[in-house]
């Protein structure tokens, strides 16, 4: 029997603010433990919370880059629980009025272009964290109260891949609208995946498991590759699926079992009295429309009709604002798009990814780029020696024109002077004239 994958995807974003969602501490990362805290985010008796409207703020904007409705009166609601981590032992989250609903995202799937959608955008705030020592355990609340929002889409994904494409477009939207910086390294980007799997034909849905603790983006794709096929031979061999909660082991490369529904939390969700509501009007609504910058689809678009690119060259481009934002300083410098194009999703993007890094590692300038493309153009050096120059420039971020000059690579295209360099290699080597004569042609082997 054929088998398809319902996948689902819930990721929590930390918002660039400069303070946190209920007090005015700093949302910097890292920092001495505990140091970024006060009674607010601690949770100490008698301290009342007060919503950051830059949270609000920075909620709407990712709700409208990605196709949500903004919905105009919303509540914050306990979500109780004891934990550690959770200083005031419940979380300001939303439960039944997100902010943002009924979004998606495009994402191209086997059969085309396909909507992944966005089922609910509501905000809330970060926990602290914990370390496990063998003298005990410890607890840095810098974190605490962070705001957070949580983006969960509708089971609308059918393989590893397209998960992956969904995490990589919703990080793109978010980074060119400026809500976050999406570092999973450092936490501010995080997801979770909840997997099912039924016979191909099947409109039911099968038992679901979540998983967690997945650390990049390949992560992902891998824990639900492997989760996918666990599912289907437990299946195949009369097993049931148990609904749980799964934890994805980098090391083993396995999903292990983490804790099954019985153990599942009643969060007992109620409105939190200290804030209540939070109204919307179409006003600010449309002030934050209105500050929406291009994002990658209109980007894409653009690069296609305007500038000439192939659909292919635009989409790979438009990825990141980085990415995007060095295209178009190359363009700006006078660079034809096509040429600029070429180079950067060829030696560019190769060479980031061999050596690991972000465009934004990149040590030389785009006029530098445009200035190397020059030279092959103008008959300065060859398409051969401009790799090598490349090379250079991204190790050292000198300049093209500097290299070529210091390390004498200038392509010569003078007839008389080829001739004459010619003549004096031959008659520096009079013996290999002579083998060559004699049919030795190994002899003219550089
Ligand atoms: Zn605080």
Redesign the pocket.
């Known amino acids: 029997m054929k088998y398809e994958a319902i996948i689902g995807l819930e990721v929590h974003v930390e918002l660039a603010t400069k303070t ?1 969602m ?4 700093t949302t910097e990362f890292g920092g001495d433990t505990n140091n ?7 949770g100490l008796p008698g301290s009342l919370p007060v919503l950051n409207k830059e949270a609000v703020n920075y909620a709407i904007k990712a709700g409208l880059a990605l196709n949500c409705t903004i919905n105009k009166e919303t509540y914050m609601a306990r979500k109780n629980y004891f934990y550690p981590d959770c200083p005031k032992n419940y979380q300001i989250t939303q439960d039944e009025t997100p902010l943002c609903t009924d979004g998606y995202i495009e994402v191209a799937g086997e059969d085309g272009e396909k909507k992944i959608r966005i089922h609910r955008i509501h905000i809330e705030e970060d926990t602290g964290k914990g370390f496990h020592r063998v003298d005990g355990s410890y607890y840095d609340f810098n974190r ?2 962070v705001p957070l929002i949580e983006i969960v889409s509708s089971p609308d994904m059918r393989t590893p891949q397209e998960a992956k494409e969904y995490l990589e477009k919703l990080k793109a939207i978010l980074q060119y609208v400026g809500v976050s910086d999406c570092k999973m390294e450092e936490g501010s980007l995080r997801c979770d995946a909840n997997v099912s799997i039924r016979p191909e034909g099947s409109e039911e849905f099968g038992v679901k498991v979540e998983i967690k603790n997945m650390n990049s983006f390949r992560a992902v794709e891998k824990a639900i590759e492997y989760e996918i096929k666990r599912q289907i031979k437990a299946v195949e061999n009369g097993e049931d699926i148990v609904q749980e909660t799964r934890r994805w082991d980098e090391s083993r490369l396995e999903t292990v079992s983490m804790r099954s529904k019985e153990h599942a939390h009643d969060y007992r969700y109620f409105p939190d009295a200290d804030i209540i509501s939070l109204s919307v009007d179409d006003e600010w609504i449309n002030r934050v429309k209105e500050s929406l910058p291009e994002l990658p689809e209109q980007k894409k678009t653009r690069y296609v009709k305007e500038l000439g690119l192939p659909e292919y060259d635009a989409m790979i481009l438009t990825m990141s604002k980085s990415l995007a934002a060095f295209f178009e300083a190359c363009v700006a410098e006078g660079g034809n798009p096509k040429e600029v194009s070429n180079w950067m999703m060829g030696e560019l993007l190769r060479t980031l990814n061999d050596k690991m890094l972000e465009i934004d590692d990149v040590k030389f300038r785009p006029a530098d780029l445009v200035k190397l493309i020059e030279l092959i153009n103008k008959g300065t050096i060859s398409g051969t020696i401009a790799k090598k120059v490349f090379k250079e420039m991204f190790e050292t971020g000198n300049n093209p024109e500097k290299i070529v000059e210091e390390k004498g690579m200038v392509q010569v295209s003078d007839e008389g002077a080829i001739i004459e360099i010619i003549n004096k290699v031959l008659d520096e080597n009079p013996q290999s004239v002579i083998d060559f004569k004699n049919g030795k042609t190994k002899a003219m082997a550089l």
């Open positions: 946190k209920y007090c005015s501490c970024h805290c006060c009674p607010v985010c601690l605490a109260g």
